[in-house]
């Protein structure tokens, strides 16, 4: 079995584009997209209903949440975004898919961690550094999950990591959004250092499963221009470079 894992599109549709042309080229059997699909100043509701028109099993991301239900903050200006722009049917659609879900008896699906669509699996924020996280904060994240291969995403960074018990665990980097900062639970910032699209392919051999992590370039001028017409200047300058300015 191989299987295309794909995470963090933040409404990018050529982005997307560009990485369904890739996988379609190498032959896959199955296609997982692991979250925070939609939020961002670019083409929400375009990639919305791209994304419900595919036969691909879908997770939510912590941008779902937030983009559905605010709580006592604001919306960010990305979730705002992305929420005015899309129709009742593709909120209804977003708010049917779960954060975590178990795609087969060997692969368990998650944003975050299994336990939460915020939390960074195989990266550790620290006051002063971004690092990899070590080999018990990875086990402690993955906690009594029995599964072989664990796909996350939600630091836009590729990794592939095994834990202490074996399991591998795969974020495949952002299709969509190759740099960001944020202030939780420190100020920091990520930072791939490619405008490329980033996804991954597992595969089953020989009763193990292994991990290809791929960057695709695609035409990001024009996501460039949107960006910056929306008034996101930061977003433009990560879309262009994968750094923050």
Known sequence: MRIAILADIHGNLPALEAVVRDFSRRGVDGVVNLGDSVSGPLMPLETARFLMAQDWTHVAGNHERQLLSPGAEPRGP????????LTSAELAWLASLRPTLRFSR??????????SDAEYFLETVEPAQVRAATRAEVDERLG?????????GHTHTPRS???STGQLIVN???VGLPAYDDIVPYPHVIETGSPDARYAIVERLKGEWVAELISVPYPFEIMIKLAEKHGRLEWAHALATGYMP
């Open 78 to 85: 990305s979730d705002e975004y992305a929420h005015a722009h």
């Open 106 to 115: 060997d692969v368990v699906l998650c944003h975050g961690t299994p336990r």
């Open 144 to 152: 009594k999950v029995d599964a072989e291969l664990i796909a996350c």
């Open 161 to 163: 990591v095994r834990a």
């Open 172 to 174: 495949p980097g952002s």
